[in-house]
């Protein structure tokens, strides 16, 4: 099994940054796809972001311009920088992992939370 930790959640006035790490660890052989969820109160949970082993990306569009996802392979690592962020960016925040054969695991979530 994956084990993840994340780390670097909190409360941040609109405007502001934070960053989110994730460290994967034990059985983290065919990871492929890593990626940062989210879900807020009520509703359902949404892609963030997620970045494949060769680099590339994918935002959603309220990330876009505003978060950066980046990964480091040896480290098994993947953070989230978070800027400009809104009220609406409130939510719990999941890390994500995938195998190239598709089993997947998640994190136990890391609340953030943006005040007006």
């Known amino acids: 099994q994956v084990q993840l930790v994340e780390s670097g959640g909190g409360l941040v006035q609109a405007g502001g940054s934070l960053r989110l790490s994730c460290a994967a660890s034990?059985?983290?052989?065919?990871?492929?796809?890593m990626g940062w969820y989210r879900q807020a109160s009520g509703k359902q949970r949404e892609l963030v972001a997620n970045?494949?082993?060769?680099?590339?990306?994918n935002y959603a569009d309220s990330a876009k311009g505003r978060f950066t996802i980046s990964r480091d392979n040896a480290k098994n690592t993947v953070d989230l920088q978070m800027n400009s962020l809104e009220p609406e960016d409130t939510a719990v925040y999941y890390c994500?992992?995938?195998?190239?054969?598709?089993?997947?695991?998640w994190g136990q979530g890391t609340q953030v939370t943006v005040s007006s």
């Open positions: 994500n992992v995938m195998k190239a054969w598709g089993s997947q695991a």
């Open positions: 034990g059985n983290i052989f065919g990871i492929n796809r």
């Open positions: 970045i494949i082993t060769g680099g590339r990306t």
